[in-house]
């Protein structure tokens, strides 16, 4: 079963996919294959690309390490200009999926672009693929060239208020995947109760 949390920056995508790896899913990330792809093309440490990356006071400061760029503009220069030219827009996607073991369950923390899913829907099937989105008020895809994915949504957790989803924002390849919404506008507790739904429900679904 792969679990994959979509929304835009700051709603909660990595707490959820702890909570699952909790549970004991295995975490895979699409940024994780570009980080190392980033790294490679400029040929830095690991250790200090991802502790700059991880600094909010050093990500967008360009530095001479990375061709005068950020962490985040390096990274976007080797997926857009490098990797997908040459090696396809489903890249990253074929490399998560190659990660995939199909007799273990995964969480995936990120994902916002068609071409990098289908080949992880296509490696476990439809049946076995879990949409979550998450909203979060004042939060959104504005500065982020991700867009949630367009699944079958059976539940919604409103948690305190809901947040409208902008047509906009949301992707316009149609996935036939089964998929719940949660507007993350609560407490943590909330949240932790609407994931631990989520993660029952599935346990009763692949019981069943």
Not at 161 to 185: A, C
Request: aromatic fraction near 14%; proline fraction near 3%; include cysteine.
């Amino acid at each position: 079963m792969i679990v994959l949390f979509n929304g835009p920056p700051a709603c909660g995508k990595d707490h959820a996919a702890d909570y699952f790896k909790a549970k004991g899913y295995k975490h895979l990330s699409f940024k994780y294959q570009l980080f190392k792809e980033t790294i490679k093309y400029f040929n830095v440490g690991s250790e200090w690309f991802m502790e700059r990356y991880n600094d909010r006071s050093l990500k967008e400061v360009p530095t001479y390490w990375l061709g005068n760029m950020s962490c985040r503009e390096a990274m976007i220069y080797v997926s857009e200009e490098k990797i997908k030219p040459r090696m396809g827009l489903d890249y990253f996607g074929k490399l998560v999926a190659d990660e995939i073991d199909l007799s273990k369950d995964y969480a995936i923390s990120d994902g916002g672009f068609i071409d990098e899913l289908l080949p992880v829907v296509e490696k476990v099937g439809n049946k076995n693929f879990r949409l979550v989105q998450l909203t979060r008020e004042g939060h959104d895809f504005s500065s982020d060239s991700r867009r949630y994915f367009d699944g079958n949504i059976t539940k919604e957790y409103i948690l305190n208020k809901p947040t409208q989803v902008e047509k906009k924002y949301v992707l316009p390849h149609k996935f036939d995947v089964i998929s719940y919404r949660v507007h993350n506008n609560s407490t943590l507790k909330d949240f932790n109760e609407a994931l631990e739904e989520i993660y029952e429900n599935e346990i009763n679904i692949n019981v069943k």
